[in-house]
């Protein structure tokens, strides 16, 4: 079974500029998260879909960041414009349907800002 | 609310010597979830061990052990006999229904083991 792909693994860009995340979740996986994990900290969860509806992004930074999951199986996020704070690694789940307990994580993307 | 405190930041061991990392998690729920999970260099999380929390058992596998105690609301990971593989940033993490009505995973800050040889 093919696990969470995420792309890029890596990024660098300059503050203000905006970056796009890209995954694609386990098959057949309803539910898909994305996590921020600042340096040295425990990933904090940003957006939890269930298909293609959003459940909970009340962590999202809404001014600046947004995400979406069309046709209910992949997914972006985006970020733009991107402030130095955003430097990060973002990580995506999936979970199968009436299994949230059972997240499969992503390698994540690592995102430098400027 | 949903909290996970990880008060060990960084521990250092030699190799075969035993380690217990510490969890301490507050939730108001009555049914939710425990997890370690364990982030290598290489940045992926490998997911370890789930508990629930009407399973109080202790649980052993291969060098690995977890203590879960509802009364001090703690779920410490023990390593006995530590290798230098087992480097890495453990996490704990809560899952919980919060106020969703969807479970919502809560990790703490992690602890840093190194085991130098």
Known sequence: EAGVAQSPRYKIIEKRQSVAFWCNPISGHATLYWYQQILGQGPKLLIQFQNNGVVDDSQLPKDRFSAERLKGVDSTLKIQPAKLEDSAVYLCASSPKDRYNEQFFGPGTRLTVL | ?117
């Open chain 2, 1 to 117: 609310a949903q909290k996970v405190t990880q008060a060990q930041t960084e521990i250092s061991v030699v190799e075969k010597e035993d380690v217990t990392l510490d969890c301490v998690y507050e939730t108001r729920d009555t049914t939710y979830y425990l997890f370690w999970y364990k982030q290598p260099p290489s940045g992926e999380l490998v997911f370890l061990i789930r508990r629930n929390s009407f399973d109080e058992q202790n649980e052993i596998s291969g060098r690995y052990s977890w203590n879960f105690q509802k009364s001090t609301s703690s779920f410490n990971f023990t390593i006995t006999a530590s290798q230098v593989v087992d480097s890495a940033v453990y996490f704990c993490a809560l899952s919980d229904l919060g106020d969703t009505g969807f479970q919502k995973l809560v990790f703490g800050t992690g602890t840093r083991l190194l085991v130098s040889p």
